[in-house]
């Protein structure tokens, strides 16, 4: 898929001057990973958004990799993102056709290249995205856990309900462990517009989930119109 990246990346990403850098920082992502732990993983062998996303985390996990990356201004996780949107908007694959909602947005003649991007790997909390929500809580919004690895970008209003400029804005979004995570997405807990927790009445022993009455997000006003859609449409009574 090497070879099919870079003309992707030719035809739809014309800002970037060098595509041979970031197809080349896959195989390079390829190398760090076989010389840990014996992983002969070869990220231009993975084809499935899901597959590359558990690998993007694996790879993170490492701190070797994780300050890597940092020093290297974003370099990998750049890299890995063109080549998550690149697998969840190429169409070269006909075992696997582009999702009608992606298609919609690559369609779209109003958004710039860069706002295509943004809006396809916000889906799965990924992209700018995720890195202007990190801006805005730095930390899990409900434990305060630092350790971004482990923490999730994840809208307060469905991406599918919302419109092209709301699935991009930090604003609709909390950071959350993958528990929280999961039970916000599922309604099991929301906030009111002043943070102050909900717990829907379906959630047997809260307590064990470390859910208390008491807990109160620091939300700022862009927020509140989200919490309250989340609240009406998604929140189990």
């Known amino acids: 898929m090497k070879h099919e990246f ?6 739809n990403k014309g800002y970037i001057t060098q595509p041979l850098k970031y197809s080349n920082t896959l195989k390079t992502i390829s190398n760090h990973l076989k010389k840990k732990d014996a992983l002969d993983i070869d990220v231009y062998s993975v084809t499935s958004f899901d597959e590359l996303l558990k690998l993007k985390e694996l790879y993170f996990s490492y701190d070797e990799f994780f300050q890597k990356n940092k020093r290297g201004n974003n370099m990998y996780s750049r890299s890995l993102d063109l080549y998550l949107e690149f697998l969840e908007s190429f169409s070269g694959n006909p075992q696997k056709p582009v999702d009608p909602e992606i298609k919609d947005i690559i369609a779209d003649l109003t958004l710039t290249s860069l706002e295509k991007e943004s809006i396809i790997l916000s889906r799965r909390g990924q992209g700018l995205y995720r890195k202007n929500v990190l801006k805005v809580w730095g930390k899990c919004s409900i434990s305060g856990y630092p350790d971004s690895r482990l923490l999730i970008a994840s809208h307060i209003k469905p991406w599918k309900r919302c419109t092209s400029a709301e699935k991009i804005d930090r604003y609709n979004g909390l950071l959350l462990l993958p528990t929280y995570d999961k039970l916000f997405d599922l309604g099991y807990i929301g906030f009111e517009g002043d943070g102050r927790i909900r717990i829907s009445n379906q959630v047997s022993d809260p307590s064990l989930l470390q859910l208390n ?25």
């Open 213 to 237: 009455s008491n807990i109160k997000l620091k939300v700022q006003k862009d927020h509140v119109k989200y919490l309250e859609f989340h609240l009406s449409h998604v929140f189990k009574i």
């Open 6 to 11: 870079e003309n992707w990346l030719r035809a």
